[in-house]
């Protein structure tokens, strides 16, 4: 667990609403907002679009879901 809060570290949680730590991922939720999927992106992050309703994108340990 302590492995994730130093992942957090480097992540800012200001671009989501809601920071969910489970024993072995982060989920990230957030607005689908040019700056934050720009941000994400920047992170090497690759979404896609699912449902028709959000966007999701895992990267690692980091799963990241942005809504509309």
């Known amino acids: 667990?302590?492995?994730?809060?130093?992942?957090m570290a480097n992540y800012d949680?200001?671009?989501f609403y809601t920071v969910t730590l489970w024993h072995e991922s982060i989920d990230l939720q957030g607005h689908a907002e040019?700056?934050?999927?720009?941000y994400c992106i920047s992170l090497g992050f690759v979404f896609k679009f699912e449902n028709g309703n959000?966007?999701?994108?895992?990267?690692g340990r980091i799963n990241i879901k942005l809504t509309f």
């Not at 667990?1 to 992942?7: A, D, K, S």
């Open 34 to 38: 040019k700056e934050v999927i720009d």
């Open 54 to 59: 959000w966007l999701k994108a895992t990267r």
């Open 1 to 7: 667990m302590n492995e994730l809060f130093l992942l």
């Open 13 to 15: 949680l200001e671009n």
